[in-house]
């Protein structure tokens, strides 16, 4: 790894494994589906510098073996934030510029450095950037309000949600038990970490907590309006390819992949980096939602 900084001094040997079977999978005809794929969603924990550096392995490989016209989409900016994003791209702004006019610190909050990487490289290939997310203050409202308190201008926001998914609903249900509860789940950051509703100041105002439900529909309001704005690109832009970032818990099958497909993306795969660590292949392989694992192998005596 000599001469080789941040994320790209975060590679690791890995090997791929089909997640419904638990099978080795050659490399080559793995890159070969990941190069074949309209829309590949590649997994993180927010935090991890490998899972950021198989991000941007699948950002150069798709850009190498250019297919389509390109496309890296993020969780990490939101919708309103499109114009930034065709400015950065096209040159007629700078990154410091770009983070600024986005608060990025503000509305995302995790290591710029993890990221700017692949975006960079997707725009040294004549990839389209992509804010993927909705706005924070539409969320915030969802959670306060519901989806059905939503003013008309707020509800023309709303991309066509699916409530309904069980298999979706199971996950999340059991995502916020093991987390501590719904109000557990909130992107709001501290020290780059998930903010909890026991960490407000002792002396804050006494809230009324929302309802998981209302929990549940932020979580699908994140998935579908990431969905529909790739879908939507896809839709737009005659043969084309869009690379997702996103949290695991938003690039799987029940997710923005699922709700893609919904939407007439028919080849779309998901992607999960795991480390070969404390079972967490097993676990993985043991409620499969992907499609493949990128498993990396830490050397011996390290930690993640």
């Excluded at 950065?88 to 503000?106: F, G, K, P, Q, V």
């Excluded at 929990?215 to 043969?239: F, G, H, R, S």
């Amino acid at each position: 790894m000599t001469g080789k900084r941040g994320i790209e001094a975060a590679g690791l040997p890995y090997s791929i494994v089909d997640a419904r079977t638990g099978r080795e999978v050659d490399k080559a005809a793995f890159w070969d589906k990941v190069d074949a794929s309209r829309l590949v969603c590649v997994g993180e924990d927010h935090n991890n510098p490998h899972h950021h550096w198989v991000q941007l392995e699948v950002m150069k490989e798709v850009a190498a073996h250019k297919k389509h016209t390109l496309a890296l989409g993020m969780e990490m900016f939101q919708r309103p934030f499109q114009g930034l994003l065709d400015d950065y791209a096209a040159s007629r702004i700078d990154e410091a510029t770009l983070l600024s006019r986005s608060a990025w610190e503000e509305r995302w909050g995790f290591d710029y450095g993890f990221y700017g990487p692949t975006i960079r490289a997707a725009v040294a290939a004549h990839a389209a950037l992509l804010a993927l997310n909705a706005s924070k203050e539409l969320v915030h409202e969802v959670v306060q309000k519901g989806v059905e308190g939503l003013t008309p201008d707020e509800k023309a926001q709303v991309p066509e949600l699916d409530l309904d998914n069980k298999a979706h609903r199971a996950w999340f249900d059991a995502t916020m038990e093991e987390m501590g509860g719904a109000t557990a789940h909130q992107h709001e950051k501290k020290d780059g970490d998930e903010k909890t509703a026991s960490e407000a100041p002792s002396d804050a105002p006494k809230m009324q907590m929302p309802s998981a439900d209302r929990i549940y529909a932020a979580q699908v309001l994140w998935d579908e309006t990431m969905a529909d704005t790739a879908a939507k690109w896809l839709a737009a832009t005659p043969n084309s390819a869009v690379v997702v970032l996103a949290g695991n818990g938003h690039c799987h099958d029940t997710a923005i992949v699922g709700r893609a497909k919904r939407r007439g993306v028919t080849e779309a795969i998901s992607v999960r980096p795991v480390l070969d660590v404390e079972g967490r292949v097993a676990e993985a392989l043991a409620k499969p939602m992907n499609d493949f694992l990128v498993v990396l192998k830490l050397p011996a005596g390290a930690s993640d």
